[in-house]
């Protein structure tokens, strides 16, 4: 629906003759706040004049104020893309221009147009957002968050209540045509509920720096390929209580996204990935109220599209998506129980595939921790996960060291409700008992599995390693197999043969 004030803007914008010559057509984009018109190499975005509870751009200077915040805002994680802002003028005559020399009677932001074949979105649908894609992402994600501004906040808990407080305000505007009432009511008084039980956690890490002007509305329609990398762009700048937030609410957005279209295992490959380098292991606790909220937020914006919405069968599924979402915020507000797995194996048998590929089948939305011994090593010398260390990271005390540390952190994540697998050699019978003990310490169920494969196999496989975080080579292997594992307890596996075979078989042993 147009805003009555903004009706000739909408005309003027969407004509191609507005944009000057050599543009044949004018697409547009509408979302519930903004309209968005794209000609040739040129994208314009109007912010439309309406005042919802979250947000209010019925003034003009408002939304001049938006258009010039967004721009700076958004130069952070996509300076390519934005170029400035507009205005748009009234000239004597009483005709529309941009930038002419009349009044000023609204503003446009100004960026430059991709293909939005390249949108986040639409590789997805394609099959095109690859692993290697997604642990980009995920380290793109983790260089936004480091250079983000640092708010410090002591009431983080009761800003995140006010947010499931002020969701369930828009909800119910849409009630009882959309969302039902009672549902939406059951569902803040959990989320609340939930909120209250980690209030300390929240707030400690409002004082901590983990609550940073992050980006705020991260899903996969505002990330998109430019320059063949991964590039945020949207963030919000109208309202910084959607904007100042936990680091982990963010990404949460983008897991709710993924996990809502049925692609749990690249929302797990990313948190996992995103843990290998900012080990926010306490977040775990957060994450199913998180990707609750982030669920009830999409609730509500499909149902308010839905009520606006011109196109009777358009909005019905806008309906009928409003709905999906409801029921998945309740969901993730009732996660399995925590479990532990462990996978063990000599280098080259398929470990870390293993663990990777089952994460997402295990506990809590998006899947267990992937607690990983060569990643551990490199956190305890200092270095990042990918890269190599020397001589001096392999000595029989770093190895102690790496095995305490994996213990340390499968039980921190137990203790808080996630499950984990744990990847490591585990050659040592003492190795074994030890995570043995994590699971009974916890009072968690505990599965493990042994994976061996052929010696050409597994040199072949060490050899093709490229990005790994594994420092493994063809010698090291060599040496295992000098080990005396003792009594193996654990199902062997043997994981020669295709990954997906290798897989299913791990499934089965591990009744999955």
Request: charged share 25%.
């Given at each position: 629906?147009?805003?009555?004030?903004?009706?000739?803007?909408?005309?003027?914008?969407?004509?191609?003759?507005?944009?000057?010559?050599?543009?044949?057509?004018?697409d547009q984009v509408h979302t519930h706040i903004s309209a968005i018109f794209l000609a040739g190499d040129r994208v314009l975005k109007l912010k439309r004049a309406v005042?919802?509870?979250?947000v209010d751009f019925s003034d003009p200077e408002a939304r001049r104020r938006a258009c010039e915040a967004e721009v700076a805002l958004n130069r952070r994680g996509a300076p390519d893309l934005y170029q400035g802002v507009l205005p748009i003028t009234r000239q004597p005559d009483g005709a529309l221009a941009l930038d002419g020399a009349g009044d000023a009677i609204d503003w446009v932001v100004v960026m430059r147009r991709f293909d939005e074949q390249n949108l986040f979105s639409?590789?997805?649908?394609?099959?095109?957002?690859?692993?290697?894609?997604?642990?980009?992402?995920?380290?793109?994600?983790?260089?936004?968050?480091?250079?983000?501004?640092?708010?410090?906040?002591?009431?983080?808990?009761?800003?995140m209540i006010a947010i499931a407080r002020e969701n369930r305000e828009s909800m119910l505007a849409s009630s009882p045509d959309v969302l039902p009432a009672a549902a939406v009511e059951t569902l803040?008084?959990?989320?609340?509920?939930?909120?209250?039980?980690?209030?300390?956690?929240?707030?400690?890490?409002?004082?901590?720096?983990?609550v940073r002007r992050c980006h705020g509305d991260l899903h996969l329609r505002n990330i998109c390929l430019w320059n063949d990398r991964p590039t945020l762009f949207d963030a919000i700048e109208f309202n910084d209580t959607f904007a100042v937030i936990d680091t982990l609410y963010d990404l949460s957005f983008l897991l709710m996204?993924?996990?809502?279209?049925?692609?749990?295992?690249?929302?797990?490959?990313?948190?996992?990935?995103?843990?290998?380098?900012?080990?926010?292991?306490?977040?775990?606790?957060?994450?199913?109220?998180?990707?609750?909220?982030?669920?009830?937020?999409?609730?509500?914006?499909?149902?308010?599209?839905?009520?606006?919405?011109?196109?009777?069968?358009?909005?019905?599924?806008?309906?009928?998506?409003?709905?999906s979402y409801l029921d998945r915020a309740f969901s993730y507000l009732a996660p399995a129980p925590p479990r532990l797995i462990?996978?063990?194996?000599?280098?080259?048998?398929?470990?870390?595939?293993?663990?990777?590929?089952?994460?997402?089948?295990?506990?809590?939305?998006?899947?267990?921790?992937?607690?990983?011994?060569?990643?551990?090593?490199?956190?305890?010398?200092?270095?990042?996960?990918?890269?190599?260390?020397?001589?001096?990271?392999?000595?029989?005390?770093?190895?102690?060291?790496?095995?305490?540390?994996?213990?340390?952190?499968?039980?921190?994540?137990?203790?808080?409700?996630?499950?984990?697998?744990?990847?490591?050699?585990?050659?040592?019978?003492?190795?074994?008992?030890?995570?043995e003990r994590v699971a009974a310490d916890a009072g968690v169920p505990f599965r493990a599995l042994w994976l061996e494969t052929d010696p050409e196999t597994a040199t072949r496989r060490i050899s093709s390693r490229r990005h790994n975080a594994s420092d493994a080579t063809v010698s090291v292997l060599e040496q295992q197999r000098t080990f005396d594992v003792g009594t193996l307890t654990w199902p062997r596996l043997d994981s020669s043969g295709p990954r997906r075979e290798t897989l299913a078989k791990g499934q089965a042993l591990l009744d999955l």
């Open positions: 629906m147009i805003p009555d004030q903004q009706r000739d803007i909408f005309a003027f914008l969407a004509r191609p003759e507005s944009h000057g010559p050599d543009h044949p057509r004018v005042r919802l509870p979250f639409r590789l997805l649908g394609r099959g095109e957002l690859t692993r290697e894609r997604v642990t980009t992402l995920a380290r793109v994600i983790v260089d936004y968050h480091a250079g983000a501004e640092v708010i410090q906040r002591d009431d983080n808990a009761a800003l803040t008084a959990r989320v609340v509920a939930a909120l209250n039980a980690v209030a300390p956690v929240l707030d400690r890490r409002g004082r901590e720096g983990r996204d993924l996990d809502q279209r049925g692609f749990r295992r690249l929302a797990s490959i990313i948190m996992n990935h995103v843990l290998e380098h900012d080990p926010d292991i306490e977040g775990l606790s957060l994450l199913p109220v998180f990707l609750s909220m982030r669920a009830t937020i999409r609730a509500h914006i499909s149902a308010t599209m839905a009520l606006d919405s011109d196109d009777p069968t358009h909005g019905q599924e806008l309906r009928r998506r409003a709905l462990a996978v063990g194996g000599f280098s080259g048998g398929g470990k870390s595939r293993m663990a990777r590929e089952l994460a997402p089948l295990v506990g809590a939305c998006p899947g267990a921790l992937v607690s990983r011994s060569d990643v551990l090593r490199k956190r305890l010398m200092g270095q990042p996960p990918y890269e190599r260390l020397g001589p001096e990271g392999y000595t029989p005390e770093m190895g102690h060291r790496t095995y305490d540390a994996l213990m340390a952190e499968a039980a921190a994540a137990l203790n808080l409700g996630h499950s984990v697998i744990a990847d490591a050699v585990f050659a040592r019978p003492e190795e074994r008992a030890a995570i």
